[in-house]
Structure formats: C-alpha cells, structure tokens
C-alpha cells in the first residue's frame, strides 16, 4: 500500500499541521506514517481524538525520498505543505 | 456614503460579541467543529487551503477613505501585509488567527464594516455598477436602492436559510456594468411611461456549473414597491426552490425548470398579498436613504480643461492611461479614474496594506474621500476633476498602481485558484499572470483593444469564466492542471454565455493557445472591429482551426 499521513488545520490560527507519534507538527517530515490501511485508521482515530486543537483531519497519500523526506503526491497536498506558488515569501516555503 | 443609524451600529455590535463568545467556546472546546463551522461561516470565515480566510462585505463596492485605511490596518497587524479585492466588490483577508477574528470584526464594526452575510444560504452583500453615482450614462444613482435592499436583507428572517446561496445586483446606467443578468435578481433603474424612476426586474441568471443568463420578469416595477416585490420572489424561491440537490437549488433552477412566465405568476400573486403591506416604502424613508447619497460638493468647471489636454499631449504614457483607465462623469470637468489592480505578472485583485493607504489619500487629496470596487477586482475613484488626473496618475505611479490595462486583455478577472482556495481544481493566478506577463507590451495591448479574460480554478466559476469573452476553467485532468477555454462569453447589458472551443490545453501550453486565438483575431479583424465584434461576426471556426487545424 501507498504511505499515508494524517494532515489537518490547527484550531487556532488555521495553519497547516501533520499528525506526529505523540503530537501535531508543522514539518511534514514529521509526520507519523502508516503502511497499512489499519494503521491509517488508527492514526485518524487519534487525529479524531484531537477536535479541540485541529479541524478537519484526513489522510493523504506521500511518496518518502532516499533522504527520508515525505512529499505529498496531489499537487494541493504539496501546496499545503509550502504555500501559495504565486507567493513564495509567504506560507512554510518562506521559512 | 450612507452612515450606520443606532439601529445598524447595535446590530453589527451585537453579532461581534456573540461571534466573540463563540469563538471563545470553540477554543475551550465547549463547541465542536461540527457547531461552530456554521457559525464562523455566518461571520465571514472560512478555511482555506493554508488558513482561515476572513471575507469583508463592502456594501455594492463602496469605500470610504476611512474604510479604506482600516482594511490597510487589518492587512498588516492581523495579516500578512495585503488582501484580495473579489469578484463580488468584496475584500479577503488569507491569514487571518480564528483568536484574533473578533478584534478584526470589532475594528471593522468601528468603520461600519463587517462579515455578516458573506457566507451562507443567505442574501448575500448586494452589488452595484462601480460607477455609481458617477457615471455619465446613469439615470439615477443605484446605491440608494443598494442600501434600501442592504437594510431589508441583512438578518431578515425568513431568508436566512434558503435553499442556496442569492446574489442581487443593481445598475442606474444603460451600459451594465454589475453584470446584472448573471445573477439571482438583476434590477436596472428605467423610467416609467411618467417619468418616474421604477425597476425592471430579471431573475434566474448565474454561474457556477449551470451558468445561464437571467430572465425579464417585470417591465417596470414602481420604486415603492420594490421590497415588497423582492420579498415575493425571494418566497416563491424558498417555498419551491430545490432543496433535495445542492446542485439544482439555486433560483436558476427553478426559474428553468418551470419557466419564466410561471414564476412570474407566482411571484404576481405573492405580491398581490403583500404589495401594500408593510414593505410599501414611504416617500419619506425613501429620501432619507436618498439623502445619504447626496452628490459631493462638485465644482463648476468647464467641460473641456486644456490643462488636461495639454498634459496628454506632453506626455504619452499618461495619455494612454486615460485612454484606458478613466471614464466619463456625469459632471462636467470630472472624471472617473479606475486603478488597475492587474500589473503585468501580478496578481489580480491584490493590493498592499501601503497601496490601500496610499489610495484612502488620493481619495482624499482628488476624489471626496470616495473609493469603490469593482467586481473586474480593481479599485475606482469615482470623482476626480480633470485637471488632478496628472498629479493622480503621477501618484499611482508611485505605489505601482498606474497600470493603464483596464478593459484590456491585461485586465484579467481570476479567482484565488487552488493557491489559495480549497475547492480549487487547479490554479489560475499563474494562468493570469503568464497571459498579463505575454501581452505586456502596451503598444501590443492596446492594439488589441478590448477584451475580456476570465479564469476561475474549478466548476464554481468564481472567476466568471463563462462570461469572458474569452474564459479559461482550471479542471483536473488525472492529477494535472488543464485549462478548458470557452470563447463569446459576455457580462454587459449583451450577457452570453461563452462556447467550449474543443479540447482543453495543459498548463505549459495554455498562454500559447491564448496567443493563437488573439493573433487569430488580429488577422482577421475589420477596421476597429473589438474581439467579441470579430468573433461574433465569423463565429468560433477561424479560431477553432487556428487552435486544432483543419483536419
């Protein structure tokens, strides 16, 4: 099965977030993984436990590189994780 | 400008310190996500791809100078330094904190602002020609109407849960300017058989993935009935529009399905219940809206300033952004000058919080305080002696604002695409800003002349593609961009419908194809013939075979 992570935004300011082994994080590398289609549920079960600091977690399909990175395969996945393409200096890509 | 009576000014209080407790009960988790969406999105805010997006109301397109600066103050304390001026005369913010959204409603609440009605099911903020009040071609100012329909609409109660989404729009002038007959209701200022100022009403156009082009379905409607009326096909609607499919609900729908002359008959005998009841407006309430529009002090002035002349023929860049940007005013010395939101390669509709300040000044220093939005996604200073239009197109120039586009292939409407939107299937701010950056060479543009280019990023239409004369929708296509182009749409008083063209083009060859179809037309025009004229004349297959060949 493809690799999958669980993704969501954060309550309070709206940013973009990915579900870790014990927490949220803005870096999708990360991110926790699920090889499995029971460990996607699992990992959304715990997303799910969290409604009262994210909105709206889903799972979504990554690709993990040689050096260990995670990119997502939808091109709006990959956005989430930078940022406009029309406005580099704004969203995580400026960092 | 209208200004908030203790009625208005407690309302929009009142909904910033429920939203405010609201917010606060999402955050200590007393509310779910479940309960609160509904609520955030009655205040505007919505969740984007990257963050929450706050959508303002700007009431038909109006600005004042104040207004205008405490946008600029939004932009750059709560967000992130600009905001995106919409299709619809409003303005969003992209990065604004859910924490901060109540102190951001209560700011705009102190300029009479809010978000109150830009989501929903509702009747959304009403919109105008951006020329209101100002143009030569206008029989009466609209917004006098705008404000009457804005107080009848906001919170009214039995329309807050319609089966879609309404949009109202209302022209003065003969040439439409607010694209009336893509919307729910279009309203057109006409005079009766006495000379008195009534309405002609059309209902059922939109957009969206079953665009059509609204019906006629009252000649003329007297002023005083106006509410009333509206009242009555805003219950024909609720009562028998489709609730079952959120696709089929909106009134198009229902005015489609059953036709025209049956929903006049219902909306008729709904009004014959309610017409002299209490949405009868009284002469009285009529001129205390109308009083708030009274015109600014205009000087008197020449028709003909020669220093104006003289300036044009100095100065040739100058010369070419009134030829592009500024328009007839109903007074005589005075003009309308349009600011171009549209530099070439940027993004259409967005403006810094340093060029919204610097237009609240100009406003003030040459235009009455006075600014308006126009649903294209540029900025407006509706009065503007003559002789100032140098020091203002000096000034623009200053900011980078003097983009001399406006009405031309450069001025291109685009939604925020899925670089900013979540139901984007593909982005259209690059597609704009490619196309604005091939054609940017002003002898070039303005040898084209006039045409419109409208890109929406998905099925909504956002970026009213279908009534471009030339549109382009960002579809998926097996999870890349492709860009579908429809040609002959058109949003003036002459509304239609663009035609696909054939198949669609991938992103790296879509501003080709746009070239083809321009160079297309230039070959085959007559005399000062504009696009759609040539295109209307010969039809879609010189374009086709430009595009595809002949086979």
Redesign the interface.
């Known amino acids: 099965m493809a690799l999958e992570i669980i993704t969501a935004n954060r309550l309070g300011d709206g940013l973009v977030i990915f579900l870790t082994a014990d927490g949220w994080s803005a870096r999708i590398d990360e991110a926790a993984v699920s090889e499995s289609k029971d460990a996607t549920a699992a990992l959304l079960a715990r997303a799910e436990a969290d409604a009262g600091l994210v909105v709206g977690p889903y799972e979504i399909t990554v690709e993990q590189q040689p050096d260990g990175s995670l990119h997502p395969v939808k091109y709006r996945e990959a956005l989430r994780t930078r940022g406009p393409s029309v406005r580099t200096d704004l969203g995580y890509q400026a960092a | 400008m209208y200004v908030y009576d203790e009625l208005d000014r407690g309302l929009v209080n009142e909904r910033v310190e429920e939203f405010r407790d609201q917010v606060s009960r ?2 200590s ?1 007393e509310l ?2 479940e309960q609160f969406r509904p609520l955030r999105l009655m205040n505007g805010l919505y ?6 997006m706050l959508r303002v109301a700007v009431p038909y397109g109006v600005l004042s100078s104040t207004q205008m600066r405490k946008l600029a103050r939004i932009a750059r304390v709560y967000d ?1 330094g600009y905001g995106h001026f919409t299709t619809r005369q409003n303005i969003q913010f992209n ?5 901060e959204t109540p102190d951001i409603l209560a700011e705009l609440a102190e300029v009479e602002m809010h978000a109150i009605q830009t989501s929903g099911n509702c009747i959304r903020n009403t919109t105008a020609d951006q020329f209101a009040g100002a143009a030569a071609d206008e029989l009466e100012d609209p917004r006098i109407w705008c404000e009457i329909i804005r107080q009848w609409s906001t919170f009214h109660p039995e329309f807050t849960f319609l089966p879609r989404k309404f949009k109202i729009a209302v022209t003065g002038a003969v040439s439409d300017r607010a694209a009336i007959k893509v919307h729910d209701i279009g309203i057109v200022l006409v005079q009766g058989a006495d000379g008195e100022v009534g309405f002609e009403i059309w209902a059922g156009g939109g957009l969206g993935r079953t665009p059509m082009i609204a019906k006629k379905i009252r000649d003329f409607l007297p002023a005083a009935d106006l509410l009333s009326y509206l009242e009555a096909m805003l219950r024909v609607y609720n009562r028998f529009g489709r609730r079952d499919n959120k696709y089929k609900a909106r009134i198009k729908i229902l005015v489609h399905e059953i036709g025209a002359d049956a929903y006049r008959d219902a909306v008729e005998a709904e009004w014959a219940d309610i017409r002299d009841g209490a949405l009868a407006l009284p002469e009285q309430e009529i001129s205390r809206i109308r009083e708030a529009f009274t015109p600014p002090a205009f000087e008197v002035l020449d028709t003909a300033s020669t220093a104006f002349e003289a300036r044009k023929f100095e100065d040739r860049g100058f010369a070419r952004w009134v030829a592009s940007n500024v328009r007839r005013h109903k007074v005589a010395g005075y003009a309308i000058a349009n600011i171009s939101l549209k530099p070439a390669g940027g ?1 259409p509709g967005d403006a810094t919080a340093e060029q919204m300040d610097a237009v609240a000044d100009y406003a003030d220093r040459w235009s009455f305080g006075e600014l308006r939005v126009a649903h294209e996604q540029n900025l407006v200073l509706p009065h503007v002696r003559q002789d100032d239009l140098y020091d203002l197109w000096l000034a623009l120039g200053s900011v980078e604002l003097d983009a001399p586009n406006i009405g031309t292939l450069g001025d291109i409407i685009a939604c925020p695409g ?3 939107c979540s139901l ?1 299937t593909a ?1 259209s ?2 597609i704009a ?1 490619q196309i604005s950056e091939r054609f940017a060479d002003l002898e070039r543009l303005h040898d084209i002349g006039s045409v419109s280019l409208n890109i929406s990023g998905c099925i909504n239409a956002c970026g009213h593609h279908h009534v471009g004369n030339i549109g382009i929708l960002g579809v998926d296509k097996k ?1 890349e ?1 492709f860009y579908q182009v429809t040609l002959g749409g058109q949003a003036d008083e002459n509304a239609s419908i663009g035609k696909i063209i054939g198949p669609g083009f991938a992103s790296d060859a879509i501003v080709d194809a746009i070239e083809t179809i321009i160079e297309t037309y230039l070959s085959v025009r007559q005399d000062d013939e504009s696009f759609i004229g040539t295109l209307n004349r010969l039809g879609q297959t010189p374009f086709k075979e430009a595009l595809y060949g002949t086979a």
Do not use: N
């Not at chain 2, 969740?47 to 929450?52: G, R």
């Not at chain 2, 990065?95 to 924490?99: D, G, R, S, T, V």
């Open positions: 999402r955050i988790g779910t996500e969740l984007q791809l990257h963050a929450y992130r990065w604004p904190k859910l924490e993004i899925m670089d900013y984007a982005r701010i690059p800003q999870g961009e």
